[in-house]
């Protein structure tokens, strides 16, 4: 089956423009994640979701970092007034309920603050 | 903040040899994975080993995990030049609920 899959692949933006990454989970799992990559670091959480319910925003760096998801599939990562220091790999991950604990991550969205 | 750090950052080997990776974290946790990222690919789950586990295989792969001394390596057999990639571990610490803390990654080149 198709696993998960993130648009843009390629985004960029000028410094103090608002953008929004989208995610889209493997169909049927209840658990999403975001995850930032800096260049040369390994991805640090951001955020988590079950079902439509955030359950986790502990990572998200700033009250410009806002994420939604609905109606428990897609979601959507937004970044306001984007700053250079945002520029990064941001991933999504989703998790189903017979292999929980495994995330299963889609190709991520290199975003480039100008 | 990242939770551990692999060592080394970087390994060269030939094709065929064995390649170890070591992971080493901070708190408690409820499971331990790793994970591969080729360049330009998301990351790829390989294997994962629970804290009442000691050691685990998935074909070429082996991975242990030692919760006294936080550590954990990961051993790939006969190495290929398609295991060229980064390895990360992570780790979903006791009271964490689910999200992964990973380490800095290994890079791993294998050379024909």
Redesign the interface.
Known sequence: GAGVSQSPRYKVAKRGQDVALRCDPISGHVSLFWYQQALGQGPEFLTYFQNEAQLDKSGLPSDRFFAERPEGSVSTLKIQRTQQEDSAVYLCASGGSRFKDTQYFGPGTRLTVL | ??QGEEDPQALSIQEGENATMNCSYKTSI??L?W?RQNSG?????LI?IRSNEREKHSGRLRVTLDTSKKSSSLLITASRAADTASY?C?T?FTGG?????????TQLKVEL
């Open positions: 903040s990242q409820n499971n994975q994970y690919r998301g990351l790829v789950h994962l990360f992570a979903a609920g689910n999200k992964l803390t990973f380490g800095t990654g």
